[in-house]
C-alpha cells in the first residue's frame, strides 16, 4: 500500500518560497549596486583629495630648497632640508604681515559673528513690518562682487579717513561677509523652540539677556561656521589688501608676500616658506573646529 503525500502543502508553501527567493534576489542586487555607487563616490573623493592635497605637499617641500634646486628638480625630494628658508622669510618680514593678517582676521570674525547674529536673531523673534523686504534687502548682498565696487569702495575708504589702516580692510571684509553669515545663523535661530525663549521672559530675562544666555550658547555651531568662513575670506582677500594698505607696517600676509618676488629675482625658497607659513593658521582653525563646521552646516540647512 502507498502513502500519497498531500499536495495542498507543498502547493501552500512555494509561493512563499519563491517570494523570499525573490526578496532575497532583489536585496542582493541593490547591496551590489550600492557598494558600486559607494565605490565610485570614494574613488571620487579619493581622486578629489589628491588634486587638492597634492599642490600643498609640492609647496611644503619646496620651501625646504634652494631656487636652483627648485628649477632642477621641482617635484623630487630636497637633497638638502633647508630649514633657514623658514627663518628668513620670518625675519624677512613674515612675522609682521603674520600679526597683521591676525589682527585683521580677528576683527573681521567678531564684527560679522556679532552684527550676524543680533540681525538674525531680529529678523527670527520679532514681529516687524518689512521684515521680509529686510530679509531680501540682507540677501541682496550676495548678489553684489566686490570688484565691482572697487572705486565707490575706494572714495569712501578715503572719505572716513581709514586708509591704510587696519579698519579699511575689516569693515570692507565685514560687510561683504554679513549677508551669508545672516542667512546662516537665522537659519539655525529658527531650530531653537520657542518655549525656551517665552519661559526666559516668564522668569524676567530681557530681549538681550535671552539672546546671550540661551540663543548664544545653543547656536556655538553654526556661530563657528561662521567664523571659519569668514576666516578664510578675511586671510585670502587678496585685492582689497593691495589697494587700501600701502604702509609695509600694516600690509598683511597674503600682499606682503610681494616683497619677496623682485622684477629681476626672486628667492622661490623663501617665498614657498613664507606661503606655507600663511597656510598653517587657516588649516589649524579647521582642524580645531571641523567638528563645528560640519554640524553647523548641516542643522543651519534645515530650515529657511
Known amino acids: 500500500?502507498?502513502?500519497?503525500?498531500?499536495?495542498?502543502?507543498?502547493?501552500?508553501?512555494?509561493?512563499?518560497?519563491?517570494?523570499?527567493?525573490?526578496?532575497?534576489?532583489?536585496?542582493?542586487?541593490?547591496?551590489?549596486?550600492?557598494?558600486?555607487?559607494?565605490?565610485?563616490?570614494?574613488?571620487?573623493?579619493?581622486?578629489?583629495?589628491?588634486?587638492?592635497?597634492?599642490?600643498?605637499?609640492?609647496?611644503?617641500?619646496?620651501?625646504?630648497?634652494?631656487?636652483?634646486?627648485?628649477?632642477?628638480?621641482?617635484?623630487?625630494?630636497?637633497?638638502?632640508?633647508?630649514?633657514?628658508?623658514?627663518?628668513?622669510?620670518?625675519?624677512?618680514?613674515?612675522?609682521?604681515?603674520?600679526?597683521?593678517?591676525?589682527?585683521?582676521?580677528?576683527?573681521?570674525?567678531?564684527?560679522?559673528?556679532?552684527?550676524?547674529?543680533l540681525c538674525a536673531y531680529g529678523l527670527t523673534r520679532f514681529q516687524m513690518k518689512g521684515g521680509k523686504f529686510l530679509l531680501l534687502f540682507v540677501s541682496a548682498g550676495l548678489m553684489f562682487s566686490p570688484q565691482s565696487s572697487l572705486i565707490p569702495l575706494y572714495e569712501l575708504v578715503q572719505k572716513l579717513g581709514i586708509f591704510d589702516t587696519y579698519w579699511a580692510l575689516i569693515l570692507t571684509f565685514t560687510a561683504y561677509r554679513i549677508p551669508l553669515t545672516v542667512l546662516l545663523i537665522r537659519s539655525f535661530f529658527l531650530s531653537i523652540p520657542k518655549e525656551l525663549e517665552e519661559s526666559a521672559y516668564l522668569d524676567g530675562a530681557n530681549s538681550l539677556q535671552v539672546f546671550s544666555r540661551i540663543f548664544l550658547p545653543m547656536s556655538k555651531p553654526i556661530l563657528f561656521t561662521g567664523v571659519i568662513l569668514t576666516a578664510y575670506y578675511a586671510w585670502n582677500e587678496f585685492l582689497f589688501s593691495i589697494l587700501f594698505i600701502q604702509t609695509e607696517d600694516v600690509k598683511p600676509i597674503t600682499s606682503g608676500l610681494l616683497v619677496f618676488k623682485g622684477a629681476l629675482s626672486t628667492n622661490w625658497g623663501v617665498l614657498m616658506a613664507g606661503l606655507v607659513i600663511s597656510a598653517i593658521p587657516l588649516i589649524v582653525i579647521f582642524l580645531m573646529m571641523q567638528k563645528y563646521f560640519v554640524r553647523g552646516l548641516a542643522e543651519g540647512s534645515v530650515k529657511g
Not at 605637499?57 to 632640508?81: Q, R, Y
Open 1 to 117: 500500500m502507498k502513502l500519497v503525500e498531500p499536495q495542498g502543502d507543498s502547493v501552500s508553501h512555494e509561493p512563499g518560497i519563491k517570494k523570499a527567493v525573490g526578496v532575497n534576489v532583489k536585496s542582493t542586487k541593490r547591496k551590489s549596486s550600492f557598494s558600486v555607487v559607494a565605490g565610485l563616490i570614494f574613488l571620487f573623493l579619493l581622486l578629489y583629495f589628491a588634486a587638492i592635497a597634492y599642490p600643498l605637499f609640492w609647496m611644503v617641500i619646496n620651501s625646504f630648497k634652494t631656487t636652483a634646486a627648485i628649477f632642477n628638480d621641482s617635484w623630487g625630494l630636497p637633497k638638502e632640508w633647508l630649514l633657514s628658508n623658514y627663518t628668513t622669510a620670518w625675519e624677512q618680514g613674515v612675522s609682521s604681515y603674520f600679526m597683521n593678517s591676525l589682527i585683521i582676521t580677528a576683527g573681521t570674525c567678531l564684527l560679522t559673528v556679532l552684527i550676524s547674529s
